[in-house]
């Protein structure tokens, strides 16, 4: 069963997916918007790749406060979290990301990727992050 990772932030989803034996998750791509509320596009890029991937789960970061609080952007991934469920009819998992955007930032800037490029490739990392720590709960 593949698993998709997604890293909801407000104009890119990082999308990742696991291996068919759910062991190891690899980046796909980050999908780029106009504007936050603008996800038809976004939504129907995702549903392409479930398709193409034949994913079966969806493990959504929840971008919780350090404090544990539910903030604005927490309660924005939960009402994708909503929508995900509505359009593409799997179960779709709450992660808790805190940190991971920062540890896919120290990644690439070890990997010696160069500040302009970073931006690329950040949101992409991070959602092979947290599918990977939720495929290694498992």
């Known amino acids: 069963m593949r698993i998709m990772g997604l890293d909801y932030g407000s104009k890119t989803v990082g999308v990742a997916v696991?291996?068919?034996l759910g062991i190891t998750a690899q980046g796909v791509e980050t999908i780029w918007r106009k504007s936050e509320n603008k996800l038809r596009q976004t939504l129907a890029?995702?549903?392409?790749?479930?398709?193409e991937?034949?994913?079966?789960?969806?493990?959504l970061g929840f971008p919780k406060n350090m404090?544990?609080?539910?903030?604005?952007r927490a309660a924005m991934s939960l009402e994708f979290q909503q929508t995900l469920?509505?359009?593409?009819?799997?179960?779709?998992v709450m992660w808790d990301e805190?940190?991971?955007?920062?540890?896919?930032e120290r990644v690439l800037m070890e990997?010696?990727?160069?500040?302009?490029?970073?931006?690329?490739r950040v949101d992409e990392l991070a959602a092979v992050l947290i599918l990977?720590?939720?495929?290694?709960?498992l």
């Open 18 to 20: 696991s291996d068919p």
């Open 45 to 51: 890029r995702i549903e392409e790749l479930i398709r």
């Open 53 to 59: 991937y034949q994913v079966e789960k969806i493990v």
């Open 67 to 72: 404090n544990n609080t539910i903030g604005d």
């Open 85 to 92: 469920k509505r359009r593409t009819g799997l179960d779709v």
């Open 98 to 104: 805190r940190l991971t955007t920062v540890a896919a």
């Open 111 to 120: 990997g010696g990727v160069r500040r302009e490029h970073r931006k690329e």
């Open 132 to 137: 990977q720590n939720y495929l290694d709960s």
